[in-house]
């Protein structure tokens, strides 16, 4: 009965856990990808930052022309810089979270190998 025990956990250890765990991982990656908006924020780079730009006065007004286009210019460079700061900080924890789940398989492959370690050393330490 201990066998059988054993070989269905090591089934299950390597078989259902990896697809769980994968599906966890993927569902971390998709929430970040998307709580940064990183697919929109590269749609509207050079858009202004929340939409905020000057309209211009009717008539023929070279200061009003040359002013509205001064501050739609400055904000569309805030918009792309506030913009490209999210997306690298998105990138970054995208690429952190790749890396932690990446650990996380490797280590849970080692994790029986690491319970039987254990208990062996254990039952010496009391011997």
Do not use: C
């Not at 250890?13 to 971390?28: E, G, L, M, P």
Request: proline content about 2%; overall charge positive.
């Amino acid at each position: 009965m201990i066998f059988t025990l054993m070989f269905d956990y090591i089934g299950w250890h390597y078989t259902k856990a990896y697809k769980d765990i994968v599906s966890v991982w993927k569902n971390f990656l998709q929430f970040f990808y998307n709580f940064f908006s990183i697919k929109v924020l590269l749609a509207t780079l050079f858009s202004p930052l929340k939409k905020m730009h000057e309209e211009r006065k009717p008539g023929l007004n070279f200061e009003d022309l040359f002013s509205v286009l001064l501050v739609n210019t400055i904000m569309r460079l805030v918009g792309l810089l506030v913009k490209s700061i999210i997306i690298i900080i998105g990138t970054f924890v995208i690429l952190l979270v790749f890396i932690l789940g990446l650990a996380v398989l490797i280590a849970w492959a080692f994790l029986p190998i690491l319970l039987i370690v254990s208990i062996i050393t254990g039952v010496q330490f009391i011997i």
